[in-house]
């Protein structure tokens, strides 16, 4: 990526892609989006300004050497496919959705679920038993189950994931009864459950590693309280912004190629000397001593954007690692206070 580039996120490089493409061009690119794809592209266009010329010039030249670097139509379509879908979407969901494409299935209940925004969601099951809810938090993405549950009330969620970390499998015909009152709920057509494992204390720590830090405590406070070695597998498995001093230099670097200068910014106000130290080795001396004005210029911060922009990077992180792109290690660690 070009210099001039370097503080352009793989989501900004996308959006600057679709505005110099014209309306036109760039709606039917969208049309193949999902609907999350699109809001997201959609906000980051809305909050792009003062693109130069030579970043959007940098950006197309990027797209373009990427395009020739692929090998005629046809030619090996399906391992392209599997690799892009799992660059673009993460390896477990890009399984589920490879599946479906090369054997010409379709979704089902559960699967239609992920199209439907979180507040939709949460209306559709917040009158079920909290085992329900945690089935369903199961089969839809680690963020799109965090933001649902914002919209459940303090003790839904917790229910919900109390079970949800106790979940290691489930009777194929109950979720196949699940899967139909879904279907029929969504006005879909029934088609047959083919969904092998769900829950336990890895999937709890994926969504509880995207919901905001007091609401993650309050769902950890009533684990602790129903179930304490339970909880303590669920900690065991949660990622949370200090463990990224244990991250190699490799793929620290790799990550930091996805992660705006303001968000760095606001995530580094918030943790330890060792861990800001980490960052700024990683970068070049011009880089890092440019960083280390901003912080002091920042000046104070509220501890929310803090929280945020480390989830934000937090997020990454998991994209990266879920696509093979880097390695985090095992999780652990305490949750930051402040």
């Known amino acids: 990526m070009a210099s001039e580039q370097a503080d352009f996120s793989g989501l900004d490089r996308a959006a600057v892609l679709l505005l110099s493409l014209g309306e036109d061009q760039a709606a039917e690119i969208m049309r193949h989006l999902g609907p999350r794809e699109v809001q997201r592209l959609g906000v980051a266009m809305s909050k792009l300004n003062r693109v130069s010329a030579d970043q959007a010039h940098a950006v197309m030249r990027e797209f373009r050497e990427k395009i020739e670097q ?27 959705l490879i599946e479906r494409i090369l054997h010409g299935g379709e979704s089902n209940g559960l699967e239609n679920l992920k199209w439907l925004e979180p507040r939709a969601i949460a209306e559709l ?24 549950l914002h919209f459940l009330t303090e003790r839904q969620a ?14 194929p015909s109950a979720l196949r009864e699940l899967n139909e009152v879904l279907e029929e709920q969504l006005s879909g057509d029934s088609q047959s459950v083919q969904v092998s494992s769900v829950g336990g204390p890895k999937v709890t720590a994926e969504i509880l590693n995207r919901v905001e830090t007091a609401l993650s405590s309050s769902i950890m406070e009533h684990l602790r309280s129903q179930d304490e070695e339970l909880a303590t597998k669920v900690q065991d498995q949660m990622f949370v912004f200090d463990d990224l001093i244990n991250v190699d230099d490799r793929s620290l670097q790799t990550m930091m190629r996805e992660i705006s200068s303001e968000t760095l910014i606001l995530a580094l106000k918030g943790t330890n000397n060792a861990l800001k130290e980490k960052f700024l080795s990683n ?13 002091e210029a920042k000046g ?10 480390q989830k934000e990077i937090l997020q990454i992180a998991s994209r990266l690692e879920a696509a093979g792109q880097i390695q985090l290690g095992s999780g652990g660690g305490e949750q930051l206070v402040g």
Do not use: C, W, Y
């Open 70 to 96: 692929q090998t005629a139509l046809g030619l090996g379509s399906n391992e392209f496919l599997r690799g892009a879908l799992t660059k673009a979407l993460g390896g477990e969901r890009a399984n589920s």
């Open 125 to 148: 099951i917040k009158l079920e038993h909290p085992q329900v809810v945690a089935l369903v938090l199961a089969n839809i993405e680690p963020e799109q189950a965090g933001e649902v």
């Open 158 to 171: 917790g229910e919900a994931m109390l079970r949800l970390a106790a979940l290691d499998g489930l009777q």
């Open 300 to 309: 104070p911060v509220k501890l929310s954007e803090v929280e945020g922009a």
């Open 283 to 295: 970068m070049s001396k011009r880089a890092s001593e440019m960083l280390r004005d901003d912080m």
